[in-house]
């Protein structure tokens, strides 16, 4: 029978040992070309040929996201949407082993899977094909028998007394581009609040570049970075809150809240040692407490880098040792990377609108010294350049 639809052709690539051949001939491919489009073609049709095509680039991109990308049911929108296996497992582990968890807009399943491993999930979303395809995915963790899918707005379904909640709202139903006010999220706020007043507690995962401050006062927002780089914005409620603010850096499970410290950074001057902070601690507004704790200063008015005397060693922060401070100047940066012997050359601009790679290229480093660059605007200020090497970081 010729698979009719995207969704029925992957099923017949996964399902059927003609597909499985197909899907095998694909992954030896590193880049397709169309002349292997067209040999496929002449044994398959075409639908099937994109739904193989498809499946294999998902699983190659999904390597990072999850452990067991090369089994998984995947396409485009469901993957870029999931939560990365690393962090989903990290929410998990605050929900109450063994009590129900509903799975609002579920995707493909990188949460609904995540916490299945303790507790029964009722995964939920208003795309059926979703759905077979988070079961699919479900089953390759070995925990289809805890997880029930059920297709429905999330609007519109009634949540179990007694129930946690785990929800992930659209950020792209109402346009091309990810919304980064919550108030355009799909459910919105409305749905989002009356929700939090109907179960126990639960996570609402939201990017992290929302406005989560303004709709979410009273909430723990818990910032987390993967790999040092801000993943999620969570808002723990109910049951599973336990303070307002907390930072967390994965994979190293390490987390900072603003119960840790009552104290403040202060300003103070450039010294021998210049910290670029994981975005977690930034983003969560938690930098100052986090300085104040490690006597660390800002040197720089209004802008997020941390100095001291001696060197502060910890995952949180990445540490540059300072070699000089120069004027934004191209004619004397040129003579400096030049005589210096720079390169490869890193650029970090920040407080002021500078392509790294537009620069990079019109200093010309050719050396065989990585250094690094801060091109810094402070607030009220004059640009300057502070010339730096990395140094070896404890951030995993």
Known sequence: MRPRGDIEAEAHVL????????????GQIARISASDLTRWRKDYTAEVVSAAVRLVDCRRRAATKFS?????????????????????????????AGSLVVDLCSGIGGDAIALAEKSPVIAVDSNEAMGRRLMWNA???????????????????????QSFVH??????????????????????????????????????KLGPGSDFSAHFSGQEVELVSLFG????????????????????ILP?????????CAGRSTSGPLSAWL????????????????????????????????SSDQRVNTPWLQAFQVEEVLPFDM???????????????????????????????????????PATLFVIRASGGTTQVVLASREPSERV
């Open 15 to 26: 399902t059927t040992e003609v597909g499985q051949i197909l899907l095998a001939h694909v």
């Open 139 to 161: 089953d390759v963790y070995g925990r289809a028998d805890r997880v029930q899918t059920i297709s429905s707005l999330a609007e519109d379904f009634v949540m179990p007394a």
């Open 275 to 306: 910290y670029d902070p994981d975005p977690s601690l930034t983003r969560s507004g938690l930098l100052d407490r986090f300085a104040a704790a490690h006597s660390l200063v800002r040197p720089f008015v209004g802008i997020d880098l941390l």
């Open 252 to 260: 190293a499970g390490l987390t900072w809240t603003n119960e840790d």
């Open 68 to 96: 067991r990308a090369n089994a998984m049911w995947l396409e485009p929108v469901g993957l870029e949407q999931a939560t990365s296996e690393i962090v989903a497992t990290h929410k998990a582990r605050r929900f109450e």
């Open 167 to 204: 929800i992930d709202p659209d950020r792209r139903a109402t346009t091309d581009r990810r919304a980064r006010e919550v108030a355009d999220y799909v459910p919105g706020l409305e749905f989002l609040h009356k929700m939090m007043k109907a179960v126990r507690g639960g996570a609402i």
């Open 331 to 369: 004619k004397i940066l040129r003579q400096r990377v030049t005589k210096g012997g720079l390169g490869p050359l890193e650029i970090k601009p920040r407080g002021i609108p500078v392509s790294p790679e537009k620069l990079r290229r019109q200093l010309k480093p050719q050396g065989d010294r």
């Open 229 to 248: 780089e801000c993943r999620e914005a969570t808002i723990w409620f109910g049951e599973l809150s336990t303070c307002l603010r907390r930072a967390t």
